[in-house]
């Protein structure tokens, strides 16, 4: 083979570019957390996993489940029994609107139009 | 050669037969329906059921147009209506007169107390509704118990449903209704959001609380709310014992709100 060394130093180049990212993620300090402020209370609805990853499309379900099923209560799988509202019952542990969801819909560059309509506790006291 | 023709028409039919009976279904998860949530929903064993729910307003026990100001406070009160100056106010419940209530009554030497006697109007709850039939988003439906709801959050605000509705019960809000209050009234009820139609609910979020709707509280019992189905409800023994009239009957829509005159 013609041209070992450059040929192999340009390899071992490219996978270090190519794998950058990875490396970036693994080991880089770039993350910034959110630095929101986490209520009081123990627990969520459901574990704290699953609320992060699907608390949206959680609050779509209630919402079909309470206005169209007239289901309105949620009994969680730990046996707890919620009633589905999202200003009374979500938001009486959430109390702190701009430290807690609006810091991370920003930091996430999502704009929900949840509050055109229901009233941020604060704002409505 | 022979032999291979016929397994290969076996196996040929075998896969047709399965693709099109549905076991191909089976062994697909369902995705389409399935439910998010780890855990159960139910309804509270507060709330009140019904298989029709109804009103019956007895008019004879209200003297004038200030008898229903409290009833239409209370209602506007508990679901932060905006009271906006101008044609394009919000109303869920609100008074007219005998002729403009009831059209089609063209009888034009009515007597004096008819005349000159105001009738609460809301939304009718129709078992027909025109409203839910025009809604190309399902924003608007009938439940079970026969109450026409609203999903506010599937309005697209085309109005059709205004169009479609045959006694003006929808209001659309023109402007931020929030412009309108200078707090919402009840911060337990969501307002409501520029561009969406909104209208009277019968309660159903106080009916899921063991409440009865917000006017029938307030009218002290000159309006009844109760099971249009069930033979020993209130309703259906003031409909028995009174003459009572609905509004536009001749349109099959079937409202649920019945008027004592």
């Not at chain 2, 076996?10 to 949530?37: D, H, I, M, W």
């Amino acid at each position: 083979m013609y041209n070992t060394r450059p040929v192999c130093i340009g390899i071992v180049i490219l996978v270090i570019v190519l794998s950058a990212p990875f490396w970036v993620g693994i080991f880089g300090t770039n993350y910034t957390k959110t630095g929101i402020t986490k209520p009081t209370q123990e627990s969520c609805v459901e574990d704290t996993a699953f609320m992060r990853a699907q608390h949206m499309r959680l609050l779509n379900e209630w919402r079909d489940q309470a206005l169209r099923n007239e289901n309105r209560n949620y009994v969680a799988k730990n046996g707890k029994t919620w009633e589905i509202s999202l200003q009374n019952t979500c938001m009486r542990c959430h109390t702190d609107y701009k430290g807690f969801c609006e810091k991370c819909h920003i930091s996430n560059s999502v704009s929900p139009y949840c509050w055109t309509c229901h009233i941020i506790p604060t704002e409505g006291k | 050669m022979n032999t291979n023709r016929r397994k290969f028409l076996k196996v040929a039919g075998l896969s047709a037969f399965a693709l099109t009976s549905g076991l191909a279904q089976v062994a697909l998860p369902e995705t389409a329906n399935a439910q998010l949530a780890p855990g159960g929903y139910g309804n509270s064993p507060k709330s009140l059921h019904a298989k029709r729910w109804a009103m019956v307003i007895d008019t004879r026990l209200f003297k004038s147009a200030d008898d229903y100001k409290p009833l239409i406070q209370a209602c506007h009160h508990a679901h932060n209506v905006p009271d906006i100056p101008g044609n394009k106010n919000i109303q869920w419940l609100w008074v007219d007169t005998y002729d403009h209530v009831f059209p089609d009554d063209m009888n034009e030497h009515m007597s004096a107390k008819i005349k000159g006697t105001v009738f609460p109007l809301l939304c009718n709850h129709c078992t027909n509704p025109p409203c839910v039939r025009v809604c190309p988003t399902q924003a608007t439906y009938k439940m079970a118990d026969g109450i026409v709801a609203m999903d506010y959050h599937r309005c697209i605000g085309c109005r059709f449903c205004m169009a479609g509705c045959p006694y003006g019960a929808r209001s659309f809000n023109f402007f931020d209704p929030r412009k309108f209050m200078a707090e919402p009234t009840n911060p337990r009820f969501p307002t409501r959001m520029i561009g969406v139609v909104e209208k009277c609910t019968f309660c159903a979020e106080r009916l899921a609380q063991g409440l009865l709707p917000a006017c029938v509280e307030a009218s002290n019992g000159k309006i009844l709310f109760g099971d249009l189905n069930d033979p020993n409800s209130s309703v259906r023994k003031a409909l028995a014992e009174n003459y009572s009239i609905r509004r536009k009957p001749n349109l099959g829509t079937q409202p649920g709100v019945y008027y004592l005159i």
